[in-house]
């Protein structure tokens, strides 16, 4: 089975970067898409950007594009999000998340989900 590790969350002051990553483990991730969303306290879990299986995909929410990218690397199975010019809004619990192809920004489409890396921006 699939299982999918989040890691690199902490804090950061605003204007600053963090880059976040997806292990996978188990099956192999080549033959699947993967999407970053995001939580914040008493808000819903939004879609943040999503890559299809080959990398050639990719979409963002409007509120980060231009400051987050989204790529993988399918020899190490692992995905990233390159999160720079953050803001104190972008603070949330981060989750990655799989589906066999490619599955959008929609949280309802993926199967399998990592544990969650906490992203905390403040000065």
């Known amino acids: 089975q699939l299982q999918l590790v989040e890691s690199g969350g902490g804090l950061m002051q605003p204007g600053g970067s963090l880059r976040l990553s997806c292990a996978a483990s188990g099956v192999t991730l080549h033959y699947y898409g993967v999407g970053w969303f995001r939580q914040a306290p008493g808000k819903e879990r939004e879609g943040v950007s999503c890559?299809?299986?080959?990398?050639?995909?990719?979409n963002y929410a409007d509120s980060v594009k231009g400051r987050f990218t989204i790529s993988r690397d399918n020899a190490k199975n692992t995905v990233y999000l390159q999160m720079n010019s953050l803001k104190r809004e972008d603070t949330a619990e981060y989750y990655c998340?799989?589906?066999?192809?490619?599955?959008?920004?929609?949280?309802?489409?993926?199967?399998?989900w990592g544990q969650g890396t906490q992203v905390t921006v403040s000065s």
């Open positions: 998340a799989a589906v066999p192809w490619e599955g959008g920004l929609d949280p309802a489409a993926y199967d399998y």
């Open positions: 890559i299809s299986f080959s990398g050639e995909r990719t």
